[in-house]
């Protein structure tokens, strides 16, 4: 597609249950994102994908968190047992540079805000 | 943990006048990019400088950066209603990863009609 789909946009679940997220990146972007945003805050990271591995999930809160991205485009973002707590946007980005190279810039999906009741 | 530091935080101007919006970060960096996000929606990259200029510009937008006192600011010349949402500053660290963006708190920039 044109740019990064996220889907659902909106999801609304009880405290326990399961929910994924799904993050289809721009074609041929290389590199993966996701990053959460709490209300009136900028985004955080949660993990970088380059192709199929998970180079880096030091911003994954908790091990209720897992992502996955099994042959390199879409991915699929994972929280087990949901807590209030994790009631944010969910934002998923792409690049086909890293940010590091001076051109590099990150392309940003609408989100999916997750509301955990 | 979040880099930089936005002031203000919120910002209210009428349409015409220039929006100046600030960013403070606390490591060295590769580069310093600059995002937008309307209500609800995405972010939007808007403008990056690299660690060795001190200028740049992109059409209304006017970016600078002080590494010696890890400040950026961002200017909106001539603003517009539609001009009206929030304002990132993201960086890049040096020395490390140059995959990790890095964001902070963001401006709210407000421009009445």
């Known amino acids: 597609g044109a740019g990064v789909s996220q889907t659902p946009s909106n999801k609304v679940t009880e405290k326990g249950k399961y929910v994924e997220l799904r993050c289809d990146p721009i074609s041929g972007h290389t590199a993966l994102y996701w990053y959460r945003q709490s209300l009136g805050q900028g985004p955080e990271f949660l993990i970088y994908f380059q192709g199929t591995g998970a180079a880096d999930d030091s911003g994954l809160p908790n091990d209720r968190f897992f992502a996955v991205r099994p042959e390199g485009s879409v991915s699929t973002l994972k929280i087990q047992r949901t807590e209030r707590g994790d009631s944010a946007v969910y934002l998923c980005a792409s690049s086909a540079v890293p940010p590091g190279r001076n051109t590099g810039e990150l392309f940003f999906g609408e989100g999916s805000r997750l509301t955990v009741l | 943990s979040q880099q930089g530091e936005e002031d203000p935080q919120a910002l209210s101007i009428q349409e015409g006048e220039n929006a100046t919006m600030n960013c403070s970060y606390k490591?060295?960096?590769?580069?310093l990019q600059w995002y937008r996000q309307n209500s609800g929606r995405g972010l939007v990259h808007l403008i990056l400088i690299r660690s060795n200029e001190r200028e740049n510009h992109s059409g209304r937008l006017r970016v600078t950066l002080d590494t010696s006192k890890k400040s950026s600011s961002l200017l909106i010349t001539a603003s517009r209603a539609a001009d009206t949402a929030s304002y990132f500053c993201a960086t890049v660290h040096s020395g490390g990863s140059n995959y990790k963006l890095t964001f902070g708190k963001g401006t709210l920039l407000t421009v009445n009609p």
């Open positions: 490591t060295s960096i590769n580069n």
